[in-house]
């Protein structure tokens, strides 16, 4: 029987590696759902090419007559459904096995939790959900049977370097018990690891979507460069590993070689390495606990020159150490966090604020939007919702 996968996000950077792989191995996979927000041109090339059951055109950007027609007109068999709601729905599909959450932000939260409610197996790049809604999420996940797979490179790595008992299920106990000491979560640094504090408050969006090693969305490139995807991905490594921010730590590594590594109890520290290619990852969560060709160059060792090592520059980048503090503060913080970051990231990108100004937006609205406990969707919304308020304002006054 083919595995049978909806791809949420299906027209972005990972959405694009996903259906890479998939076609790669069409004895094994089969495209049952794709979604795409805006770019109504790739979602129908996408459905030619693979027939899926079913496309979700999620943005509000055309009416359901439109893009019914322009479906029509393709003579494509796809059912193609309209909204956020139908990301849920396609989501908790019966004949689902396997959703790729590839959806960037807070939008994939509900589709995702769908997912998670419905017991899927998730391949899990959209790490916003998870920081948003952290103790929420994998409470949903246990109680629901699901099983998260994640895809973003370093926590994939770091999955493949843990034993087989805590990749089936990773608490705390099981870390113990498997002598799993702590996880060591790579950055290569970004685009702006050796500039001066002074230049970078004159950096453009341009130099700040240009990762030095991987291509990616601009949303998860800005937080590369500010070291705020780090501080997400420590969020997210705790709740998915079920370890304290204490027992993750953060070294940056800018060849971009080994993807994340493991310290065990004995000294042992496994790594895995390989080219920076979302493939890998992602074919590995595809096909776990078995293995099949993704398309990457394998490294070639020979070529590859010295892996490097130093401690993060929290002076710099204070996006990381906000995200840990956020994390430790727990109640709604990550999701202030979360919220307030990208507001102060797309203000960026539109050439509204400063680079720098990214990380004053955030720890301004962290200490505006209420303290609360992030024990319910409702109250998480909420949150979400306010800090997005404050944060436009704080980025008006910048402005300003
Ligand atoms: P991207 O910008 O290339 O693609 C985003 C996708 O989400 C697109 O298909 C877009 O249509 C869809 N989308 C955007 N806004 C939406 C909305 N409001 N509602 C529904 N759909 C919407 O982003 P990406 O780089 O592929 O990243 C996707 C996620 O994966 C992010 O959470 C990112 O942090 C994570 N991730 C990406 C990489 C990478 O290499 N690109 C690596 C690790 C993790
Ligand atoms: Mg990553």
């Known amino acids: 029987m083919r595995q049978r996968v909806v791809v949420l996000g299906a027209t972005g950077s990972i959405g694009q590696s996903t259906l890479d792989v998939m076609a790669r191995n069409p004895e094994r996979f089969e495209l049952l759902a794709v979604s795409a927000h805006q770019n109504l041109e790739a979602l129908i090339t996408m459905c030619r090419q693979f027939s899926p059951r079913f496309a979700v055109y999620s943005g509000n950007h055309r009416t359901y007559a439109e893009v019914k027609a322009q479906f029509s007109e393709s003579g494509l068999t796809t059912e193609v459904l309209m ?75 770091i999955f493949q370097c843990l034993p087989h008992a805590v990749q089936q299920a990773p608490t705390s106990e099981i870390h113990a018990s498997c002598g799993v000491r702590r996880l060591l979560l790579t950055a290569s640094g970004g685009p702006f690891l ?52 204490e027992k993750v730590d953060v ?20 790594a895995q390495l390989g080219s920076p290619d979302m493939r890998t990852p992602i074919a590995n969560a595809l096909a776990w606990p078995e293995r099949v060709p993704a398309g990457v160059t394998p490294l070639d060792l020979f070529s590859m020159g010295a892996l490097t090592f130093q401690a993060p520059d929290m002076a710099r980048f204070p996006c990381l150490r906000l995200a840990a503090d956020a994390h430790r503060a727990g109640g709604l913080s990550a999701t202030v966090l979360n919220a307030a970051n990208e507001e102060a990231v797309s203000a960026f990108l539109a050439e509204r604020i400063r680079f720098v100004d990214i990380p004053r937006v955030i720890e301004k609205s962290l200490e505006h939007v209420a303290k609360g406990r992030a024990d319910s969707l409702d109250a998480i919304l909420a949150a979400d919702k306010e800090t997005r308020g404050i944060a436009m304002q704080l980025i008006g006054q910048l402005q300003g």
């Open 83 to 157: 909204g956020a709601d139908a990301l849920a729905t396609v989501s908790a599909l019966p004949e689902a096995d396997t959703v790729v959450a590839a959806i960037v932000g807070a939008a994939g939260l509900l589709p995702t939790l769908a997912a998670a409610k419905a017991g899927k197996r998730i391949l899990l790049a959209n790490k916003e959900a998870l920081v948003m809604s952290g103790g929420l999420f994998m409470q949903v996940v246990r109680e629901h049977g699901a099983k998260l797979l994640p895809i973003d490179s370093e926590h994939n790595a």
């Open 194 to 245: 050796n500039l001066d504090a002074e230049h970078l408050a004159s950096v453009t969006p341009a130099q700040a979507c240009k990762h030095p090693r991987w291509e990616m969305g601009r949303k998860i490139s800005v937080d590369s460069a500010s070291l705020m995807n780090k501080g997400l991905e420590l969020i997210e490594a705790c709740w998915l590993f079920d370890l304290p921010p």
């Open 251 to 270: 070294h940056i590594h800018p060849q971009a070689i080994i993807h994340s590594l493991v310290e065990y109890v004995d000294g042992s520290i496994l």
